[in-house]
């Protein structure tokens, strides 16, 4: 055992993966075969060279803290192949350390250090306070035009009739939604692009269409009479328009449980979002870590599922007490260590009670983490029916959605784990339902991501 803090399981290291083919890849480059000149530092780093179809070895090295990644293959994916089965071979002690870095491996580990270096020290030149008050005025005035504008736009549409969208396309909504970019409130235009692509999706959509209209009605005049609304929804709705959140939320040290981790990609294909669900084991509140990859570069943040982490949680205004950013990067591999125990659960009713109450704190969430146990997965008619989660007693139940992170192989993994028996699953519950993420093994307490 080095500086790298405990080791993680195979499964831990797989749960990094973008897809099941870097997945499945991964597990064939996880043995010592193709590798030659692996090592490890007591810092946090193993590196090594992997045979390929190059004319020379590929590059690979991981830095563990992070965990981050860094290899000379062409692969776009993150991590690629390599860095996972480097990480596999670590996970199994078939690296040896501790040993000093190569030049390209310390070259890439000194330049990380050094950038973590330059964020700590924070900003050279001292910040203009009134002028960085007159640039918030100004785009607050902009975000206040754009939400006339748009006010109009809706009633306009109103007027014509909500069922006529479908034969008009989503050109009128997209033209909308970069008039809300010009005027700086990015938030309301993605909320206008979700509109236009409603009108082509599956037989619901004219409820859908309602709801979503409802729900960025209610945003935009939120937003022109934010002045008057009390400063917790205020912070909300600022948020949702998409203006910068303030620093100074609430701060809370905890050991974090990792729950679940999953990616999304923006309907332009421009944007990956990695969500990541902690819970506090001693606070018992959970917290959503947010990362952004750009095209071609998912987002570098990763933490494995079922792994506790000691941290500093810093919680930001405006997100319904979740979203949270961790502080401490350099010490998450050297805290972290298997919980051992699934978390408690609590009953359908309560999950519902738990989702209405943050609606009062932000009318536009549209789901609530929660942990759902003991409860029994119910498969629809021949099992490809709606799907329900009953509590064990049989009193009441909530239907499954596979909305987010959820997938269809993810229910019948459930149900194998239950095998007809009450079991803990953590998830997000929204007005559609529960989309189950991660279930506990009944007997061991170990942790499935489901999917």
Request: contains cysteine; neutral net charge; aromatic residues 6%.
């Amino acid at each position: 055992m080095t500086g790298q803090g405990v080791r993680r399981t195979a499964e831990q290291v797989l749960a990094l993966a973008p897809d099941e083919a870097s997945r499945a890849a991964g597990e064939e480059l996880g043995r010592a075969g193709p590798w030659s000149h692996t090592g490890g530092s007591a810092s946090g780093a193993v590196w090594g060279s992997c045979e390929g179809s190059g004319r020379t070895p590929y590059r690979t090295v991981v830095d563990l803290t992070g965990p981050a990644y860094h290899c000379s293959c062409p692969s776009r994916k993150f991590p690629c192949k390599h860095a996972l089965g480097l990480l596999l071979l670590w996970a199994g002690e078939g690296v040896e350390e501790p040993a000093e870095p190569p030049d390209w491996a310390g070259r890439w580990l000194n330049d990380r250090a050094a950038k973590a270096a330059r964020a700590a020290a924070g900003p050279a030149a001292p910040v203009d306070a009134e002028a960085a008050l007159r640039r918030a005025r100004r785009r607050a005035e902009r975000v206040t035009a754009g939400a006339v504008e748009l006010e109009r736009r809706l009633a306009d549409l109103l007027r014509s009739g909500l069922a006529d969208q479908e034969r008009t396309g989503s050109a009128t909504w997209e033209e909308t939604a970069a008039r809300m970019v010009d005027a700086q409130a990015p938030g309301l235009a993605a909320r206008v692009r979700e509109l236009g692509e409603i009108p082509g999706c599956g037989p619901d959509r004219p409820a859908r269409m309602l709801e979503e209209f409802a729900l960025l009605h209610l945003l935009n005049k939120a937003w022109l009479g934010v002045s008057g609304l009390p400063e917790p929804l205020a912070a909300t709705v600022r948020s949702r328009v998409g203006l910068p959140t303030p620093a100074g939320g609430e701060t809370v040290r905890d050991h974090w449980l990792v729950l679940a981790q999953y990616d999304s990609v923006s309907p332009d294909g421009r944007l990956t979002t990695r969500r990541i669900w902690l819970w506090g084991l001693g606070s018992r509140r959970p917290a959503l870590v947010l990362d952004f990859g750009p095209p071609g570069r998912p987002p570098g943040v990763a933490l494995p599922v079922g792994l506790a982490l000691e941290a500093e949680a810093r919680f930001r205004p405006g997100s319904a007490g979740l979203r949270a950013d961790l502080a401490d990067q350099a010490d998450r591999a050297a805290a972290a260590a298997p919980a051992g125990r699934a978390p408690v659960g609590v009953g359908t009713a309560e999950a519902l009670a738990a989702y209405g109450a943050a609606l009062r704190v932000d009318p536009w969430l549209e789901s609530w983490p929660v942990v759902l146990g003991p409860v029994i997965p119910i498969p629809g008619e021949s099992g490809d029916g709606a799907w329900q989660l009953a509590d064990a007693e049989g009193t009441s139940a909530l239907p499954v959605t596979l909305a987010g992170g959820g997938s269809r192989s993810g229910l019948w993994q459930l149900a194998a784990l239950s095998g007809g028996g009450p079991v803990t699953v953590f998830g997000e519950c929204g007005h559609r339902g529960f989309t189950p993420l991660t279930a506990w093994h009944p007997r061991t307490a170990e942790v499935i991501a489901l999917g």
